[in-house]
DNA sequence: CACTAAACGAGACGGTACGTCTCGTCTTGTG
DNA sequence: CACAAGACGAGACGTACCGTCTCGTTTAGTG
């Protein structure tokens, strides 16, 4: 037998890890976030915490697997494509709000600091996130425009599309300004109706 | 007499901190930016540090008010407002490749961690800087589509135009793609003309 | 019934214990002597050796058990009492430079920080050895002075004895000076015989 | 100028961690002081010990040095040599029940665990003491016997004299029995007169 | 040309968190 | 049910920086 005696990892001090992590990101920012300070709050070893976690930012990463997944996802059930686009585009900016939201800010800022932060949260997170908004703004538009788009001009839609809201968040911290939002959803579809992403 | 005894702030320290900040911050990344790194690496005592700054942002903020005003900076001389368009982009995308850039980008991942920090950094440099991409877009449509814009459909020009930019180099930290700079470019007029931003 | 069923304690992990505290003791000093370093070495579970000792003391107790018991035996076969007490002395000397006599030392160090450890090492061990002591210096006095000693003569005769012998052990660290053997012994006859220490 | 600049070492951060140290070792034994407890009672950094100590054996070898050298001093005005050699006995055995004579016991028992202990310890106190008491015992033996001892024979006698008095203490953990003293004395004296230690 | 007075280098200080180590207990199959 | 394996809560280890605080030394005016 190829299974291992002894104790399993414990799945009720992994929850409170992940859940401390997160509340106190919320309550105290990334600062705040120690690993002394979740395990405190976790009433957990920082052993434990170093068993399954390299660091805070692995934690974090955890903790998106979680809760942000379902958040990002596309529901395209709207009456109209450029409803959906819309739909989509308030959905993460709300998102942003909450916080698993927060989570993710944070680590999109810890990415910009540190090199290897940056690699697990793209290898772990982004790119799975990208390749969803691929296919989520692909169907959209070939329902629009009435055939499949090219993989590499749905690339450059998504990054019109959802270039400047992250623009307002990360670089001006702003909620979000809701005008911008019917403006950027028109203007993917026509660019995507002319042609002009190929 | 209103003129007090004694030295004045030395410069060659005050330089000496901004450039070890800087080298740090390419050699080591911003978590090598400690106070007692800078200090060591300009030979200069802590509390000289501490008398002139509050933090270790404050000191790149400054590297930044040397650097990056200029490399910011709107040039309009091109033959086409397309031109001028694809120019700046290109500008901006380059920038983040240098060493200023690089403060630039670790700022920013700051911001998001920490409030102090991005309120000091937009009230000191993003709101600036704001205020210089509306007068230089604004400056461009208007050769495009022959008269003023409002200050508020400006606004979302800006956003349009930088946010594919910094999405890329933010999220995905690319280099940015060069395709992605005339399409956006292409786009921004295509909207002022059309008038879909107001 | 009484006797049980299932399988009963492993003698082999007992021994594989009591080798492995001996041996670490003997290479890395007491310090190196952890519960975790003598089950990796034995190749024994920690439960396994705290099913069955309370501490490290315990274990180092019963190896010496197994060790010092013949070792600090009284051998009274020479041919004058003096030369019987020079043997004596000799053998406990050479004892401290054996293994079992290191962990003799080690305990003996152990008592002076933890009374928990001095009990059971008094208790267990060193209480046992006075007595062999007191027996066998006074069978050696009988044969010089001709008559039996009181018990509590005899047990200052023992301190007179042993005591210069630890003192340099304990406080000097040497190997014991040869020269203060016969000094030692010639003079606990002489105060034997001179009746000073009743 | 050699003196250099800066901050001078604190002597109330010294003198706190000295007593902190000290009270520890009496409330809570040798295993309570730790370089945390030290500083948390002593209302000093951690690295402020680390600074000016190398361990915990360094800092209660500083605690004897200020405590225990005149304890140990001989004192030589009684009427005979028997009672000065009766006395120092007694201040001896008396000094063990202080709180600086625990921590010389305390580091008796280290020496015997950590060969680094013991070295630092010999050398940094032991060595010292043990030319005191050649000392104070020569000169009683010269009024004694009326002629100066050689340095051996000394040694030899301060061996009978002390060796005795740590047994009873290091190995059975008594307060010393008060008759050994007067015994170990008249002996000691004996020997000096017979010149049998020669 | 002393005499202030502030800025400087050096670095000690009380703290906090780091990541590692070992403790003694508890949990999970295997023989 | 004893055993090997090893996860767990606990807490000390020694290190790195934090921001504050003395120290002399140096440097610019002012009287």
Redesign the interface.
């Known amino acids: 037998m190829t299974s291992r005696t002894g104790p399993r990892r414990s799945e009720s001090a992994r929850l409170a890890v992940l859940n401390a992590a997160d509340d106190i990101l919320v309550e105290r ?3 705040g976030v120690t690993i002394e300070a979740i395990a405190a709050r976790a009433g957990v070893a920082k052993q434990t915490i170093y068993r399954w976690w390299k660091s805070k930012v692995d934690i974090l990463l955890d903790t998106l697997a979680d809760d942000a997944l379902e958040a990002l996802e596309w529901k395209t059930g709207a009456a109209t494509p450029e409803e959906d686009l819309r739909n989509h585009l308030h959905q993460v900016a709300e998102f942003f709000q909450e916080p698993a939201g927060q989570v993710l ?2 680590l ?8 290897e932060a ?1 690699r697990k949260f ?1 290898e772990g997170f ?1 790119q799975e996130q ?1 390749e969803r908004d691929l296919a989520g703004l692909g169907e959209i538009l070939r329902r629009h425009v009435g055939h499949e788009m090219g993989e590499q001009a749905t690339a ?1 839609l998504v ?2 599309l ?7 968040i ?4 702003r909620p979000v300004e809701k ?2 939002i019917p ?2 959803a ?2 993917v579809l ?2 995507a109706a002319q042609g ?2 190929g």
Chains 1, 2, 3, 4 share one sequence.
């Open positions: 920012g990334f600062a800010q944070a999109l800022g810890q990415a910009q600091l540190d090199k940056a793209r982004l990208h450059y990054d019109l959802m270039g400047p809201l992250y623009y307002q990360l670089v001006f911290g005008d911008l403006i950027t028109r203007l026509d660019v002009q992403a």
